[in-house]
């Protein structure tokens, strides 16, 4: 079993940015990717990027390719999201998974989820 715990959430103006992390701990050699996730007010959890664990690949969802980044520091067993320019239609929270399968990670239901952590942005 993978324990996430994310946090850097936090409240921003719009045109913003704020760096999210995930540090993983337990199993951590039974998985091979991690994804950032969202729910917004009213809908349901989607995906925002994925990274294999070797750096091999990453993904990003289209609504926020040109401005959020995904990365990892294996030595610290943890994965960043570094949000920039963000809109006030990125205000949700935000979920990091981790998978052994890629596609879990990249758009799927990743089987290790941490609790989340709460972006809010305004005008």
């Known amino acids: 079993q993978v324990q996430l715990a994310e946090s850097g959430g936090g409240s921003v103006q719009a045109g913003g940015s704020l760096r999210l992390s995930c540090i993983a701990s337990?199993?951590?050699?039974?998985?091979?990717?991690m994804g950032w996730y969202r729910q917004l007010p009213g809908k349901e959890r989607e995906w925002v990027a994925a990274?294999?664990?070797?750096?091999?690949?990453?993904s990003y969802a289209d609504s926020v390719a040109r401005r959020f980044t995904i990365s990892q520091d294996n030595a610290k067993n943890t994965v960043y999201l570094q949000m920039n320019d963000l809109k006030i239609e990125d205000t949700g929270m935000y979920y990091c998974?981790?998978?052994?399968?890629?596609?879990?990670?990249?758009?799927?239901?990743?089987?290790?989820w941490g609790r989340g952590t709460q972006v809010t942005v305004s005008l």
């Open positions: 998974g981790a998978d052994r399968y890629w596609l879990r990670c990249s758009g799927g239901t990743p089987t290790n």
């Open positions: 990274a294999a664990n070797d750096g091999s690949s990453k």
């Open positions: 337990g199993d951590i050699s039974s998985t091979s990717c």
